[in-house]
């Protein structure tokens, strides 16, 4: 099971962290991703983060603002998000799957969460 908290209402350039706490299974086995979805609009990939934390992807449209890390310790995945933008408005969602490429492609993505809101205004 995943679950998203850290979603709210922001003003453009603020920042905000999510963060994705699992459980129920192996977590350090499992890459982890970052996905958002606007309503009418496809779900769209952020970011993933490998099993062990030392490699990360990033779509074109966060990079250099939003980070994304992990602590197999605490089982939960991270995103920073820093200089939020209007388009950023969105649900949040994390994924974990058994490699970060699959992540990257949407495939054969092993569980969902439901999501955080995440609202920018300008």
């Known amino acids: 099971q995943l679950v998203e908290s850290g979603g709210g209402l922001v003003q453009a350039g603020d920042s905000l962290r999510l963060s994705c706490a699992a459980s129920g299974r192996t977590f350090s086995s499992y890459a982890m991703g970052w996905f958002r979805q606007i309503i009418g609009k496809e779900r769209e990939f952020v970011a993933t983060?490998?099993?062990?934390?030392?490699?990360?992807y990033y779509a074109d449209s966060v990079k250099g603002r939003f980070t994304i890390s992990r602590d197999n310790a605490k089982n939960t995945v991270y995103l920073q998000m820093n200089s939020l933008k209007p388009e950023d408005t969105a649900v949040y969602s994390c994924?974990?799957?058994?490699?970060?490429?699959?992540?990257?492609?949407?495939?054969?993505?092993?569980?969902w969460g439901r999501g955080t809101q995440v609202t920018v205004s300008s």
């Open positions: 994924a974990a799957a058994a490699a970060w490429l699959q992540l990257t492609k949407e495939i054969n993505i092993d569980s």
């Open positions: 983060i490998n099993w062990s934390g030392d490699r990360t």
